[in-house]
C-alpha cells in the first residue's frame, strides 16, 4: 500500500501518514464507491483493517455490491473522521482518508472468518464470546468482501 497525497489539490491539508492509518484504524464506517457501468453507486458501511494492506467488509451472500465487482472490482474507499462546522466562518474541521484498490468476494471460509473476526474485535470488543457465537450462527448467511489497497491519501482541516 502506497501512502500518496500528490492528487491532493490543498497541499496545506495533508494528512500525516501515521494519522490517515489511526482514521483507516479507528473509523466508525466508510463508503465503498463502485463503478456500475455508467452508474456511480456508494454505499456506507462497517469494515475493518487488517493493519496491513486490506479491508473486511460483510454483507448478504448476494447483491449489488457482489454483482458489480463480477464485473468491475475497482473501488474507492473513504473514511470521514470527526468534523466539526464553525457556522461563523462559515467551514469545517474534518479530517479523511481515501483508498483506492481492487475489491473481491472472499474465497475461503478461513478468510471470511478471518475478516468477521477483524469486525468483532473492532466494533464488539468486550463483547468477543457473543460475537463468536453470532458469527458461527450467521457464517452460511453471510458473505466477505476484501479490499486490497493500491493508494491511500488523507486530507484535513484543522482550525488553529
Known amino acids: 500500500m502506497e501512502y500518496d497525497n500528490s492528487a491532493v ?3 496545506d491539508r495533508l494528512l500525516e501518514k501515521s494519522e490517515a492509518l ?3 484504524r479507528e473509523g ?3 463508503v465503498l464507491s463502485f ?3 455508467n452508474q456511480a453507486y456508494g454505499i456506507p458501511v462497517d469494515y475493518a483493517w487488517d493493519g496491513n494492506t486490506s479491508i473486511f467488509i460483510h454483507c448478504a451472500p448476494e447483491g449489488r455490491k457482489l454483482r458489480i465487482l463480477e464485473k468491475n472490482p475497482r473501488v474507492s474507499f473513504c473514511v470521514v473522521g470527526p468534523t466539526r462546522v464553525i457556522s461563523r466562518l462559515f467551514t469545517t474541521e474534518y479530517e479523511s482518508v ?3 484498490g481492487t475489491a473481491f468476494r472472499t474465497k475461503t471460509d478461513e478468510e471470511k472468518r478471518f475478516g468477521l473476526e477483524l469486525i468483532i474485535d473492532k466494533y464488539s470488543p468486550h463483547d468477543r464470546a457473543i460475537g463468536q457465537k453470532y458469527l458461527e450462527k450467521s457464517f452460511q448467511r453471510t458473505a466477505m468482501i476484501r479490499m486490497d489497497i493500491e493508494t491511500l ?3 484535513c482541516k484543522k482550525m488553529k
Open 98 to 100: 481515501v483508498a483506492q
Open 9 to 11: 489539490r490543498r497541499q
Open 153 to 155: 491519501s488523507g486530507k
Open 22 to 24: 489511526h482514521l483507516l
Open 28 to 30: 466508525e464506517y466508510g
Open 35 to 37: 463503478c456500475d457501468g
